[in-house]
Nanobody, 123 residues
């Protein structure tokens, strides 16, 4: 198993930036692909970005492409989500997830989840 802890959330104004971190412990981090998801009140959890085990491949939701950047540091067992040009509609609880298979965009395909970190973008 792998344990995940997110950090870096907070309150930011429209157009601002935040960097979320996902610290992993337990099994070897580079054996897992990593996904970032978000869930706003009253809405379903949605895919934001994903990165392969090596970090060579990334995918993004259309709503964040060009504004968010996913990355990972396998030596430190940390995943990152750099969020720039934030908009009020980005407000949500952000979760990182890990799975030993390839990148997935569906929450049910991930076995391990963090507790989430709140991101609030004020207008």
């Amino acid at each position: 198993q792998v344990q995940l802890v997110e950090s870096g959330g907070g309150l930011v104004q429209t157009g601002g930036s935040l960097r979320l971190s996902c610290a992993a412990s337990g099994r070897i981090f580079d054996q897992y692909s990593v996904g970032w998801f978000r869930q706003a009140p009253g809405k379903e959890r949605e895919f934001v970005a994903g990165i392969s085990r090596s970090g060579d491949n990334t995918i993004y939701a259309a709503s964040v492409k060009g504004r968010f950047t996913i990355s990972r540091d396998n030596a430190k067992s940390i995943g990152y989500l750099q969020m720039d040009s934030l908009k009020p509609e980005d407000t949500a609880v952000y979760y990182c997830a890990a799975d030993p298979s390839t990148i997935a965009t569906i929450p049910g395909q991930y076995d391990f989840w963090g507790q989430g970190t709140q991101v609030t973008v004020s207008s």
